[in-house]
């Protein structure tokens, strides 16, 4: 099925204004096919950001913890947990009958240096850092047993090429704290579903040792339900077919497959590569920052065709897929207006710093209609043809 996207975009700008949050919704047009979700802070889940939280109760009906559930949030010192944040938001989930994803339990960043360090400043054993885990996992994941419904177990194990990242995870336990760590959390909770997440999965080298991680995992008996393919896009990057192509290598191995944290860049690139390493940083320059006093209408139009082309592959693949979520509400509070240089004015989402649906919001529900109106007039014309 092939989506006109020169109509569709000629069209989105008119039809911002009449969309409005009145008329069917993101989770309404795609739920038939997969969750549509969003990353939240706490202001939207404990209703501080009241606008926002209305926004999100209407809009989507699966939610992700930006932070309150990393390492450095919920578990900070040796023996002493911080819930109350990661309690709210998943009561918040509960109330508004969302689908609620836990992020994340191992991972290389916002981990405190104390888990991998003794008092002696020197790194822990295996042993030592293996229980650590089994305890944070068992904690964890043992509080919210059956409340909520998936895990990103391990987050970002991978390097560029593929290769297992020279982490302190790797370095300490071996390649086998990826086995422990599934195998920890499926004890915890032996219903919860359990996924592996990662960026830049688009890249062949780096989809190809996915892949060869999930086979291990499955192979020691780890019940993967999904890959979470993180989709911080550009407007260039990645292609339709690479997007396609990644869901297909991963639906081949009999796992699902979501994608955890959409966004689209739409400033000039800052670094090489195409990735989302949160440890990248780079100096500040006007010409990285072209967009201070608002999106021009040519680049509005152009995120809009992104999105629109994005939403065509995801339903193209929709029996492979569980869920899409955006890495953020709106545009004023994405991560993207701080990385890889700080204080930059981006434009990632779609929704505008008023919270107020921009062109690109339009264009993925005009998405969903095509292809309703596409699907319905081959039924009709089906039924056409068979009659006597």
């Not at 040796?78 to 994340?104: C, K, L, S, Y």
Request: hydrophobic letters at 40%; aromatic letters at 10%; proline letters at 6%.
């Amino acid at each position: 099925m092939k989506l006109n996207l020169f109509c569709l975009t000629s069209t989105v700008v008119l039809a911002v204004t009449s969309v409005g949050l009145a008329q069917p919704t993101l989770k309404d047009a795609f739920k038939d096919r997969f969750l549509v979700g969003v990353a939240l802070n706490e202001s939207q889940f404990t209703s501080s950001n009241g606008m926002e939280a209305t926004l999100v109760k209407k809009q989507f009906n699966s939610i992700t913890p930006e932070n309150v559930l990393k390492w450095e949030s919920i578990h900070p010192e040796p023996g002493r947990f911080n819930f109350d944040p990661a309690d709210r938001f998943v009561t918040f989930g509960e109330h508004n009958h969302m689908f609620t994803i836990g992020h994340t339990l191992v991972w290389h960043h916002q981990t405190p240096d104390w888990v991998f360090r003794g008092p002696n400043g020197k790194p822990v054993d295996r042993a030592t850092l293996l229980n650590c885990m089994s305890n944070h996992i068992q904690t964890v994941v043992g509080r919210y047993k059956g409340r909520v419904k998936g895990w990103d177990v391990v987050n970002e194990a991978l390097d560029e090429d593929g290769t297992l990242r020279p982490s302190p995870w790797l370095k300490i336990i071996g390649p086998e704290f990826l086995v422990k760590a599934y195998q920890f959390a499926h004890d915890a909770d032996p219903e919860a579903e359990l996924y592996y997440n990662d960026y830049a999965l688009e890249n062949p080298a780096k989809c190809a040792g996915a892949v060869a991680l999930v086979k291990q995992l499955q192979a020691a008996g780890i019940h993967l339900v999904a890959v979470g393919v993180q989709e911080h896009a550009h407007l260039d990057w990645p292609t339709a077919k690479q997007v396609s192509d990644t869901i297909t290598a991963f639906s081949r191995l009999g796992v699902k497959v979501s994608i955890t944290e959409l966004d689209v860049d739409v400033l000039p690139a800052a670094g090489a590569g195409t990735g989302a390493d949160v440890g990248l940083k780079v100096a500040q320059n006007p010409a990285l920052n072209p967009y201070t006093n608002g999106l021009p209408k040519s680049v509005q139009q152009a995120l809009a065709r992104r999105y629109a082309e994005l939403f065509a592959v995801y339903v193209k693949h929709h029996a492979d897929m569980e869920r899409v979520t955006f890495w953020g509400v709106a545009d004023g509070g994405s991560w993207l207006n701080n990385w890889p240089v700080k204080g930059r004015t981006n434009y990632p989402l779609l929704f505008d710093r008023e919270d107020k649906p921009k062109p690109a919001y339009a264009s993925v529900l005009e998405t969903a209609r095509q292809i309703k109106t596409t699907r319905r007039s081959t039924v009709d014309e089906s039924i056409s043809l068979n009659q006597p």
